[in-house]
């Protein structure tokens, strides 16, 4: 078989054969086929796409690419949840603590940014000496005596995935819901929880911009995820604009510990529910939505999950100090305000342009190696049905670079639609998409 045969192949818009899945899979994870042929093959894929069968070998290849791990030595129902991507998407950070303070095992793998949106590793990163490179050992001694444990993704599980996904991120091959849906379930597969559930986004700054598009994704990776005998659910939620008001790393762990201490965004609490419900059901903790609710809410007014925050870190190496002190999170040397130009409505904030300018601010890799500067980002001061006067601030931008924190204001300035009349904003949560 000929990897330049496949390419061919699937350029010319035909079916990729289950034989032919795994070939270029294993052949891509052992070296044999080189990033320029993958990249070509991606790049077809985007463009002719892939049938349901071909979209579920190739989940499959990628999970049997490495080790699928055993996590039978947790205790409980362990449930994972995993994002699709979206801008200032610190979800996890807030619920993974919370639904861990209630008794759920989570025992999570993360994977850090893409394109233009965020990843939890990253995010991590801000607390001094955390570790995200766990022993199997200590990870499953971690759910078991704190309750949570992060990973981010070995060499050996999924590692087709762990290569793809750096090589989609810099060749424009993110958005296509094959391959989307292939790296998220495959890596869910591989890591060995019980029950998934799945964050997956719509609007302009998802990868996944149509409604229709992000329905089709939830449902292709419930059925994925059901089929290989877990239970899964997704939850279809908004990215017409930034989750929250802060964007980037340090800033959106900030927002996270504020949420965890009951001061957070109205739309962020609604996904963190949304989700930590679903968790709470599957791991037979709670009865239904509203009975899943009312102990989230108690865990965040009893601090039990904010101390669980803090638990965790200090389990994976890092300080936790920055908990209870977010002043001790890096700073950065200036801001700059971007103002209203004239009087109205914030009817959308193009989060793609936003999650943009805070790669322009040294908050993205804009190559596979590229270091990141964790302490950039960018505060919004108005969200979409927001009244807004001239002059008023529409977001402050926090960089350590003049240059780029220009380039990066105007980029910000631009993501604003101001309307004389206010639109209704679109919903946080969609829908529900239940096996
Ligand atoms: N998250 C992933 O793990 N993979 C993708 O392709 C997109 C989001």
Redesign the pocket.
Known sequence: MRMCDLILKKKRGEELATDEIKFMISGYTDGSIPDYQMSAMTMAICFQGMSRRETADLTLAMRDSGDVIDLSAIRGIKVDK????GVGDKTTLVLAPLVAALGVPVAKMS?RG??H?G?TIDKLACFPGFSTALSAETFVHNVNTVGIAIAGQTASLAPA?KK??AL?DVTGT?DQMS??????MS?KLASGSDAIVLDVKTGNGA?MKRYEDAVALAEEMVSIGTLAGKKTAAVITGMDQPLGCAVGNSLEVIEAIDTLCGRGPEDLKQVVFALGARMLMFAERAADEAAAVRMMEGAIADKSALQKLAEFVEAQGGDSAPVYDTSLFPTVKQTLVVNARSDGFVNRILAEEIGTACMQLGGGRENKDSEIDLSVGIILKKKNGDAVSAGEPLAVLCGNDEKKLHAAANRAAAAFEIGKERKEPDPVIYRRIDA
């Open positions: 995993h994002s699709t991507g994977g893409l394109g949106t990843g995935d793809l996904y989609r993110v391959l989307i849906a292939g790296s998220i890596k990868f």
